[in-house]
C-alpha cells in the first residue's frame, strides 16, 4: 500500500468515442479518491487498441501515481486492456492457473461449461495482484510501479463500484478532504452566487463549486478539517437561509415527502405544463406512498373541469394559465382525498405564447386546510427548462409553506 | 483547409475532475467529425493548468491530425487554454487590435463598459485565425500546425455548437460515413443481439453498435455508401421487423402521439408505479396536446376508486397490481373523455414484493373503443430501472396496438 496524491483514469471502450455513451465511471472514482485526499488530474477515453491504451498508461503514469484503468477486461477478442497495460509497463501476461479455476468454477455453478475465450480473463500482467469480483466474471488487477500503481477494473459499473469499494479504498492512503454539499431551492444561480461571492474570499475561491440545476442549485464546500468544514457551512448557511432545503445526498422530493408525513398529510397533485414531473419525481423516493396520494395530469381544460372542478367560466375569463386557475386547481387536487394540494399550470412553449403570457408563464399554488399560496414565475429556456424549473420552483413552494416560511 | 481523419477532443475545465459534471461537447463534436468521415480516436478533461494542457496538446497532436479543444477561454485568471496551446506550439501569445475593438463594442451594445479583464479574450496565439462568437464574448481560434490544425472553442455548448457548424465544418474535408440508427421497443438487448447476431458477421462487427436503453435498443449502423447503408437497414428490418419503431432522432413518445393524431384518437392514461412519467415523456413532445388529453396518477388505491372507478371489490379480490385492476384503470382513464386509455400498475420496490408478485411485477393495459388488451412483466433492477422499463414497455404495447400489431 502506497499513499498517493494524484490520480488519473483512463476509460476504455471504442463505444465511448463513437457513440453518445459517456463515461461516468470516472465520476464515482474522483468522488471516492476525494474522499482519501487523492485528487483527480486528468481522465481519459480511448477506444479498444493496445498500441492506444500502452501510450495512454504509459503518459498518465508519468504524471500521475495512480492510474485506474476501466473497461477492456472481457473475454472478447476486442477487449485488450490487459495487453496494453503489459506492453506500456514493458511487462508480460501470463494465465494464472488458480484463476482459471475459479473461472472454470463459477460457470460450472451457473450451469454452462466455460467458452475457451473466457480463459483470456486469467492473464494477469506479472506482478498483479488480483481483485476478486463478487459481481462479475473478470477481476481486476493491481500493479505496483515502483511507489506508484496502475488499478485494472471491469467498466461494468456496479463491478467496478464493487471491486473499488472492496479491494481498492483499502490500498489507498492519505488525508481525507472533507466535503459538505449545501442544497438550495427556489433561487437561481446568479442570485445565489451574488449572496455568498463575499465567501469565496473569506475561504478561497478553490474551497467552493456551484452547481446549477434547473430550480436547485448546489454548492460544494471542501475543508481540510472538520472545524473549518463546520465554519464554511455555518457561514453560507447563515447568508442562504431557508433557500437551503438539505445537505449531501438529500433531494427536494424526499424533503416535501418527510415534511408532509411529519405532519400526517397527504399530498395530491395537479399538473398541466408538467404533465406528471412533479409525481414522477415524488414516486421516485421509496415510501413516497406514505404522503402522496397521486394525482392529475390536468392537460386539456377537459380534465381540469371534470376531475378537479375548475369551473368552465373561470377557464374562459381567466385562462388555464392563471393565478385563479392554478388555485383552483390545487384545490381540486385537495378534494381527491388529500389535506393538501399542488397545482402547476403554464406554457412550455415553443408555441402557444402570447404578448400577455409570453412562453415560459407558469403559475403555481399550494393549498393546505389553512391557507392558499400562489407564485407566479415568467422561466426563459427550452420547453424541457420550463417544465423542470416549474417542477422543481414548485415542489420548493410546497416545501416553504410547509415549513412555514413561504 | 486540410482533410483530416484522426480527431481528438480535449476538454478544459478543473469542475470536470472536481464535480459530477461531465463533458458532453465531446458527444457533439464526435458525431458532427463522424458525419465528415473523421474519426474521434481519444477524448480528454484535464484542469485549467497551463503545463497540463501544453502536455496535452502535444500529445494529442503527435497521434492526431484534428484537436479540438474547448473550454478556459473566458476573462478570468484561470483560462489558461491560450497560454497552455501557445506553448505546446512554441508560439508566442499577441494581443489582438481588431478583437479587441470588436469586444469593446459588444460590451457597448449591451449597455456596460468593458472589465479590464476582458481584454484577456483579446489575445490570440501566434497565426491564428479567429472564429467569430455570434452567441458570447470568447471566440474560437483556428490553427494550423503544417498539414494538421488545432481549433480552440468556448466550453458552453450552445456557443461551441454555433462556432463549430459556422466556422470549423467548412474547413473540414474528407468522405462522409453515413449513419442510421434502427430504434426497437419491447424487446431487451439480449434478445434483440441475438436476433441480429448474423447479420454483424454479414456486414462487419465493427459497421454495427448496440445500444441498450431501458425498454429501447438502437442498432446504429455505420456505412461508406448509400447503397450499402440501404442494404444493412433493410436486412436488420427484415429481421427485427414491427419490433423497430422508428428511426434516427424519433423517440418513442412521438410516434405513439402520431399514431393517436392519425387516428384522431386522444389518449388518457392511468398511472400507478410509474407515477406520472408517461405523462411526463408524452407532454415533452411539442404538441402533445392534439392526441393527449391528460390523466390520472392513481398512486393510492383511493384514487384509483374515486377517480378512475375500480370496484373496491376488485381491489381487494385481486390486489391492485393485477390484470383486472390495469383493465379497470385503463377503461377508467377512457371514461375521462378519451378514445384510448394506457394503465400502468406495479411493484416498483425496493419493499412491497411478495412470493407471488415480487418486486418488479408490473401489469399495463391499453384500452381502445375496439379493444382491451394486456401485459404483464417481471422486470429486474432498481426501482428507477423497472419503473423506466414499465413506462417504456407501456407506450410500446400502445404503440403495437395503435398499428394493429399487439
Not at 149 to 169: C, D, R
Request: hydrophobic letters at 45%.
Amino acid at each position: 500500500m502506497g499513499t498517493f496524491s494524484r490520480a488519473a483514469f483512463l476509460a476504455v471502450g471504442s463505444e465511448l468515442l463513437r457513440t453518445p455513451r459517456l463515461d461516468t465511471n470516472s465520476l464515482f472514482v474522483a468522488s471516492q479518491l476525494a474522499a482519501c485526499g487523492v485528487e483527480m488530474t486528468e481522465k481519459r477515453c480511448i477506444g479498444d487498441d493496445t498500441q492506444a491504451i500502452a501510450n495512454a498508461v504509459s503518459e498518465l503514469l508519468s504524471r500521475a501515481d495512480l492510474v485506474v484503468v476501466s473497461g477492456g477486461l472481457g473475454p472478447t477478442a476486442d477487449d485488450v486492456t490487459r495487453e496494453g497495460v503489459a506492453a506500456a509497463l514493458g511487462r508480460k501476461l501470463h494465465l494464472d492457473e488458480e484463476l482459471l479455476a475459479r473461472l472454470q468454477e463459477r460457470y460450472r455453478r451457473l450451469g454452462r461449461s466455460m467458452p475457451s475465450i473466457a480463459a483470456r480473463m486469467a492473464f494477469l500482467v506479472e506482478g498483479a495482484e488480483v481483485l476478486p469480483n463478487p459481481r462479475g466474471t473478470a477481476p481486476g488487477q493491481w500493479l505496483e510501479v515502483g511507489a506508484r500503481a496502475v488499478v485494472l477494473l471491469p467498466g461494468v459499473p456496479e463491478e467496478l463500484q464493487t471491486i473499488f469499494a472492496l479491494h481498492v479504498l483499502p490500498r489507498i492512503g492519505g488525508k481525507p478532504i472533507l466535503v459538505r454539499t449545501l442544497k438550495v431551492a427556489g433561487r437561481f444561480e446568479s442570485e445565489v452566487e451574488q449572496r455568498v461571492s463575499h465567501l469565496y474570499h473569506r475561504f478561497g475561491r478553490e474551497k467552493v463549486t456551484i452547481l446549477a440545476g434547473r430550480g436547485t442549485v448546489e454548492l460544494v464546500l471542501y475543508a481540510e478539517t472538520s472545524s473549518e468544514l463546520e465554519a464554511m457551512e455555518h457561514a453560507f448557511t447563515e447568508v442562504l437561509g431557508e433557500d437551503i432545503f438539505g445537505r449531501d445526498d438529500v433531494t427536494l422530493p424526499q424533503v416535501v415527502l418527510d415534511a408532509l408525513k411529519s405532519r400526517g398529510w397527504m399530498l395530491a397533485t395537479a399538473e398541466s405544463c408538467t404533465g406528471g414531473m412533479v409525481g414522477s419525481a415524488l414516486t421516485q423516493v421509496p415510501g413516497a406512498s406514505e404522503a402522496y396520494l397521486g394525482g392529475v395530469v390536468a392537460y386539456a381544460n377537459a380534465v381540469k373541469v371534470r376531475v378537479l372542478g375548475v369551473s368552465e367560466e373561470l377557464l374562459a375569463t381567466k385562462g388555464a394559465v392563471s393565478r385563479e386557475v392554478a388555485e383552483a386547481m390545487a384545490l381540486g387536487a385537495c378534494a381527491l382525498g388529500a389535506q393538501c394540494g399542488l397545482a402547476i399550470t403554464g406554457i412550455a412553449g415553443p408555441t402557444g405564447g402570447t404578448a400577455e403570457k409570453p412562453v415560459g408563464t407558469v403559475h403555481v399554488a399550494v393549498a393546505t386546510p389553512s391557507q392558499l399560496q400562489h407564485r407566479h414565475f415568467r422561466f426563459g429556456g427550452s420547453r424541457q427548462t420550463v417544465r423542470e424549473l416549474a417542477a422543481n420552483f414548485a415542489l420548493d413552494l410546497l416545501r416553504r409553506v410547509l415549513g412555514g416560511k413561504a
